[in-house]
């Protein structure tokens, strides 16, 4: 069975841009959540979807948001791209959202010039 | 709020060596605990995990068990190989009233040379 799998795996943008990665879970699964890492702050979650719905938000301002289809692949955006986005955004999947066990993508690298 | 706390890195061992990686964490109910690998370039991998206290999680010759009385998950390992050399991360899982999220310890960075 394939696991998850993040597009693209590189990216370079520059201050005042949006970006928009794309996250396919592993075949049957039904909840996404997304986490930021960067060398300062660590793994930190963003948000999980589960059935197309939004079900727990981290703590990150209004210019990050997401989405999931009714596939279950999984969207997020961030817009008005600053400095400090610059991290490793990584996709996790699990099989339903009260099942505890999350599966990793390979990460998508965001640069931000 | 949950936390994660684990020791400082880096670590550095020889091969063959017994490997300690302490973990505690802070948590209002019952969480589930988990260890993450995460090797140069890639995301993070599973390594083991554990549900309730006294649960010991093993995976290839690593281990690890829920002490509720202490609030701990130490990873340990009997005799470490260079191919374990990567970013070890503890983390918890606890339900909250909509779907639930992993929280992080800070990692660390192990290197075992030969």
């Known amino acids: 069975k394939a696991g998850v799998t993040q597009t693209p795996r590189y990216l370079i943008k520059t201050r005042g841009q949006q970006v928009t990665l794309s996250c396919s879970p592993i075949s049957g699964h039904r909840s996404v959540s997304w986490y930021q890492q960067t060398p300062g702050q660590g793994l930190q979650f963003l948000f999980e979807?589960?059935?197309?719905?939004?079900?727990n938000k981290g703590n990150f301002p209004g210019r990050f948001s997401g989405r999931q289809f009714s596939n279950s692949r999984s969207e997020m955006n961030v817009s008005t791209l600053e400095l400090g986005d610059s991290a490793l955004y990584l996709c996790?999947?699990?099989?339903?959202?009260?099942?505890?066990?999350?599966?990793f993508g390979p990460g998508t690298r965001l640069t931000v010039l | 709020g949950n936390s994660v706390t684990q020791m400082e890195g880096p670590v550095t061992l020889s091969e063959e060596a017994f490997l300690t990686i302490n973990c505690t964490y802070t948590?209002?109910?019952?969480?589930?605990l988990f260890w993450y690998v995460q090797y140069p370039g890639e995301g993070l991998q599973l390594l083991l995990k554990a549900t309730k206290a006294d649960d010991k999680g093993s995976n290839k010759g690593f281990e690890a068990t829920y002490r509720k009385e202490t609030t701990s998950f130490h990873l340990e390992k009997g005799s470490v190989q260079v191919s374990d050399s990567a970013v070890y991360f503890c983390?918890?899982?606890?339900?909250?009233?909509?779907?639930?999220?992993?929280?992080f310890g800070e990692g660390t960075q192990l290197t075992v040379n030969p």
């Open positions: 979807y589960f059935s197309e719905t939004q079900r």
């Open positions: 983390a918890l899982s606890e339900e909250e009233t909509s779907g639930s999220r992993l929280t």
């Open positions: 948590a209002t109910g019952y969480p589930s």
């Open positions: 996790a999947s699990s099989l339903a959202a009260d099942t505890d066990t999350q599966y």
